[in-house]
């Protein structure tokens, strides 16, 4: 995986920006992950505070584990929703959480054979052709989420006003990304969001009845207050069902590596190695588990961000994980950036999922992917339509229990199967 530092690159791993870039460079990171990471507690019945909290230190101990060299921003992930749902129902939540810390384990022995055994193997497991397509559909499994956001109210219907809003916080991100000059050139999804946000503020004073941010919320919050936290508790059922959603999210991890490798230019898999980076990984979803927060994953909202700003300074994204910390503690702070529109978060989203689908492709442009081989064409296709068609599989574990392995797992995992037992042709 031969990767090639841009000439454009404005900050670079080890690069440390002036305090007054930094900061906003760091909030604007803040921004990218906050809808998601709350939105996982919200669905699956933690708390947000502490899912903050503990994307927050878990980023600062991925930092640690990885010799800060990867700009990675770890947040809740998605992946684990129906097993944090469904082990909280049959058992309670502290044994969803010894589920987590399971797969915490279980991803620090998948590090550790990759330290022994090294990580050519994966290069046959996961040639350009399967990564560039799985970084494609990474992507665009998230375009769905964006055009929801861009398009749809609180009831899922469509809205003019919401396309609108959308279309004006996408439009200044474009121009802010194109034309800015200077220091504004590197945060132009953080203009693009404050110019959204004001403008979807303004549109609500002259047309009350289509407001959309409701300042109450603010008010009722405390200053200052603690995550709630939780120990975990341990049982078999629950720990087969996070492993084996752990070897899902493990390929995720490969994909999100590697698309960080190709934005960054740098490889990830050598320096600091991908035991390294899936040893950080999982002890940040250990961490997370003892307090009460959900398993944490590498962020492709954060990627995105990476990729459209050219700033890959890792004290960004530790600036990042501090301030995720700190608005942990204050939740006015946290109810204020809950205010931020769907609409404008959509129309960020669609120039940010966007960026990542396209590093796919020039993966599979510089890697000269050849598609006259029906091998190749074969292997993308199947992956393309799993990973955005929403394919599925689904069976029953244990006592009332569903396992599913969907979108970009799945896609992951078929595919590496089709390049292994598919016959490569002779020259």
Known sequence: MA???????????ADKPPMGQWIPLSIQHVFAMFGATILVPILTGLSPSTALFT????TLLYILITGAKVPAFLGSSFAFIPALIAISAAYGLPYAMGGAFVSGLFYTLVAFIIKKSGYNWLNKALPPVVIGSVIVVIGLNLAPTAIGMAMNDASGNYSLYFLMIATVTLALTIIANIFSKGF?????????????????LIMGLLFPQYALINFQAVKDAAWFGLPTFALPKFNLVASITFIIV?????????????????????????????????????????????????????YGENIGVLALTRVYSVYVTGGAAVVAVFLSFFPKFGALIQTIPSPVLGGISMLLFGTIASSGLRTLVDSGVNYEDKRNLTISSVILVLGIGGGTLSFMIGKDLTFTLAGVALATLVGILLNLVLPKEQA
């Open 3 to 13: 990767n090639t530092p841009s000439k454009f690159v404005k900050y670079g791993p």
């Open 55 to 58: 994307a927050g230190t878990g």
């Open 184 to 200: 504004f050139s590197i945060i132009p999804i953080l203009l693009g969001l404050l110019g959204g946000y004001f403008f979807a």
């Open 246 to 298: 752990s070897l899902a999210t493990i390929c995720e991890h490969l994909g999100d590596t590697l698309t960080i490798s190709k934005v960054v230019g740098k490889d990830f898999y050598k320096d600091p190695g991908l035991h390294k980076t899936i040893a950080g990984d999982g002890l940040a979803t250990l961490w997370a588990s003892f307090w009460g927060g959900p398993p944490n994953t590498t």
